[in-house]
């Protein structure tokens, strides 16, 4: 009598995410300077070190004026001047830049456009407290600004440099380390006869950083049990992502080289088209392993299905609020499992966009989103897994 070789147990594609995401907890807080926490998630909430603005500064280029004109100008104070400007007293003015210190005693700047000036005496109508930014007005010190779990993007960044801070604490970001197998796999140029170009290795580094996470180098290895073995075994990453061998053929050794290692294998095969063979293990030690079919889009899929979310709760983001688009085209459900669409968002419509079949990522290539098409979906609402465009979302600011 013949033998099954492979009985998949397959798993819910929502349920596949919820369980990658809740087998990691995030990992431990580190500081790192500005120009090295691009991309990683704020640990705590960001406070204001220092007021903003820090000092009374003028907002034109002017005359910082005291009492009603006209005024005599007694000098003149730029930013950047390391002698604070002396108060001025009623009918004094001071020729000011934008952004220096505004003395003591000044009412408003007037800017140069609404000035009369003639000799050493300036005139013009103004407003009291117009064109001067009073110390803390933007943002008190002490002043919670942005929540724990905020991505520290380019503008955080930014702000985080505003209001004082020279490091961040962040969760340590979780290394990826990328297995690529496949005999028929070559790595540039166009490929000879019965070669395939190597497509995943270019496009997870992309999807690893905007998932919060680094890459940590990419191995290519043969189709071979004991390569697979010695490539599970690398230690210096906390998450490895296999490329192909996912499946049941006579050169895919990942299931066989888990189950070796007994590792738990609480997902392989997921209901999902394409990208069903994917798979999620724990080894002993606790490291993760992600099985990506080899398909590029496969691998796209089920990168997004297992490896973003496992990455995202490494990396201490909270879980993104569903996107849903209403899908409007021509797209057939499937009667059991998940389809994922490429799709283009207009307003609150979602257009497919095509090319997407498993080993094609030229759909995918040219949309914003993948569409989420339930099992014996009809139309209407659909949940979207937006595309890494390189700008990870910030929390909104606390009120
Ligand atoms: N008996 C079964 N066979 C297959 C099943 C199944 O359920 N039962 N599933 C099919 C599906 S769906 C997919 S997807 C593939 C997944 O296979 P693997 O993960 O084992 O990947 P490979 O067999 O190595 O490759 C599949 C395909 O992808 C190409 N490939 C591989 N790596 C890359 C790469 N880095 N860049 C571009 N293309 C790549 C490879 O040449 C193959 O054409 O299994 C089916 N079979
Ligand atoms: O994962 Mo396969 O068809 O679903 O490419």
């Known amino acids: 009598m013949g033998v099954r070789q492979h009985e998949a147990t397959t798993t819910g594609w929502h349920q596949a995410r919820r369980q990658a995401r809740e087998a990691a907890v995030p990992l431990p807080v580190v500081h790192l300077p500005l120009g090295r926490a691009a991309g990683a998630t704020l640990a705590e909430p960001l406070v204001a070190l220092s007021p903003l603005p820090a000092y009374d500064a003028a907002a034109m280029d002017g005359y910082a004026v005291a009492g009603p004109g006209p005024w005599r100008v007694t000098g003149r104070v730029l930013a950047g001047d ?57 943002c008190p010190a002490g002043r919670q600004v942005l929540a724990a779990g905020t991505v520290a993007g380019p503008v955080v960044l930014g702000l985080a440099a505003s209001l004082g801070h020279d490091s961040l604490p962040v969760h340590r970001r979780p290394r ?112 993760f392993v992600v099985g990506l079919p080899g398909n590029p889009f496969a691998a796209l899929v089920a990168a997004l299905t297992l490896l973003t979310p496992l990455l995202g709760r490494l990396a201490g983001r909270p879980e993104p609020p569903p996107v849903t688009a209403v899908l409007d085209g021509p797209v057939t459900a499937h009667d059991r499992d998940t389809r994922l669409v490429p799709v283009t968002r207009i307003g609150a419509a979602a257009l497919p966009v095509g090319h997407d079949r498993p080993g094609s990522l030229w759909g995918a290539a040219g949309a914003d989103a993948l569409a989420v098409v339930p099992p014996g979906w009809t139309g209407g609402e659909v949940e979207l897994l937006p595309l890494p465009s390189g700008t990870p979302m910030a929390l909104p600011a606390l009120s």
């Open 82 to 138: 390391p002698v604070l400007p002396p108060s001025l007293s009623p009918g004094d003015a001071m020729e000011i830049g934008t952004g220096a210190v505004v003395p003591a005693g000044a009412e408003a700047v007037l800017p140069y456009e609404q000035a009369v000036r003639s000799g050493r005496t300036v005139t013009g109508a103004f407003s009291p407290g117009r064109h001067i930014r009073r110390r803390g007005e933007d």
């Open 176 to 287: 990826v380390a990328t297995v690529l197998t496949g005999s028929e796999l070559c790595g540039s140029g166009i490929p000879a006869a019965g070669q395939v170009r190597d497509a995943i290795g270019p496009m997870l580094p992309g999807l690893i950083r905007a998932a919060g996470a680094e890459p940590a180098g990419l191995s290519r290895i043969a189709d071979d049990p004991d390569a697979m073995t010695g490539a599970l075994l690398r230690r210096d990453a906390e998450v490895l992502a296999v490329c192909g061998a996912t499946s049941a053929g006579a050169a895919d050794h990942l299931r066989g080289a888990l189950d070796r290692l007994a590792a738990r294998v609480p997902i392989h095969g997921v209901a999902c088209r394409p990208g069903h063979p994917q798979l999620f293990a724990v080894l002993p030690d606790g490291r």
